[in-house]
Every structure is written in structure tokens, then in C-alpha cells.
């Protein structure tokens, strides 16, 4: 199990539970504000990357440094809209696994946050998956009433 992205909307605490082999990803990405340092409740600056480290025992491994077909599932948790040129990224990671997941915030107009390099709709999700030979599963799952949602990607036998 692999996530990239932003750990806290991610699923380590179902994989630490079911004793999964878990990862965090690492990607050079400037537009990404990679879990930057805040503070926490006693006033002390503590960066969120290694907060959830050290609570949920995942490991750190470079996104160049990965095997092909290495993992059985990797999310890409609020990520993907904070890629400049994402056919880099993707180019590098989807032959890394079978499964992918993505939380992504669907946006029906041009309006969007300046670290966001690109905004993405369900129609571009579907032509990810023609590119890159996944399929995607069912429809899209909305997260509640985040304006947020989840697409389970497979890739084709």
C-alpha cells in the first residue's frame, strides 16, 4: 500500500491495521506544499510528513526508486491538481501498480487556488485511464459534501 500526496487524507490507519506494508512516496514537486511545518496544539512547529510517520510507521521511498508493479494500490490523495506537467508524473508512477485511487477536487469553472497547476473533471479522469490502459471502476464517489472526489482505477488485463 502506497500513498502520495497528503497523508491526512489518506487511508494508513485501515492499512497499519490490517498490518499492511506501507509507503509514502516522494516526488519532487515544487507546487506541492508538501505538509510544510505548523503548529501543533502546544505551540510547537511539527512537520505534518513526519507527524504522520511517526504515528502510523509508513516508510519514505522516491518515486525513482520503485519497481515496476511493486504496489497493489497506490492513491494519489490531493495531489495530482499541484502537478505543473502531470504526463511527467504519471509517465513515472502508473506502471507501479494495478490500482490506483485519486482524490481530486472536481471544479465545474476555471476558478482555482494559485498552487493548483491544473484542475481535472470526470471526463479527464476517463481519458487518463484510455491512456494509460486502466479502466475505471463504477463511477466517481463523492466525499461527503467536500466538493472532493474518489475514483478507483484498474488497469486493463
Known amino acids: ?12 490507519k485501515e492499512a ?4 499492511k506494508n506501507i509507503y509514502f512516496i516522494t516526488n519532487k514537486n515544487k507546487n506541492f506544499w508538501d505538509c510544510g511545518y505548523r503548529k501543533s496544539k502546544i505551540n510547537k512547529m511539527e512537520n505534518c510528513l513526519l507527524l504522520s510517520k511517526n504515528k502510523f510507521n509508513f ?3 522516491d518515486i525513482k526508486n520503485i519497481k515496476d508493479d511493486f504496489f497493489s494500490y497506490i492513491g494519489f490523495y490531493n495531489y495530482i491538481d499541484h502537478l505543473e506537467k502531470p504526463n511527467l508524473f504519471f509517465n513515472k508512477i502508473f506502471n ?3 490500482s490506483i485511487g485519486i482524490i481530486v477536487k472536481l471544479l465545474k469553472n476555471s476558478k482555482t487556488d494559485i498552487q493548483h497547476c491544473t484542475t481535472w473533471t470526470r471526463k479527464s479522469i476517463i481519458f487518463l485511464c484510455k491512456k494509460f490502459n486502466y479502466k475505471l471502476i463504477n463511477k466517481n464517489f463523492k466525499l461527503s459534501n467536500t466538493g472532493y472526489n474518489f475514483f478507483l482505477l484498474r488497469r486493463d488485463a
Request: proline share 5%; glycine share 14%; charged share 25%.
Open 16 to 19: 497499519k491495521k490490517s498490518k
Open 96 to 98: 507501479k501498480t494495478n
Open 59 to 61: 516508510n519514505l521511498i
Open 1 to 12: 500500500y502506497a500513498e502520495v500526496g497528503c497523508p491526512g487524507w489518506g487511508m494508513y
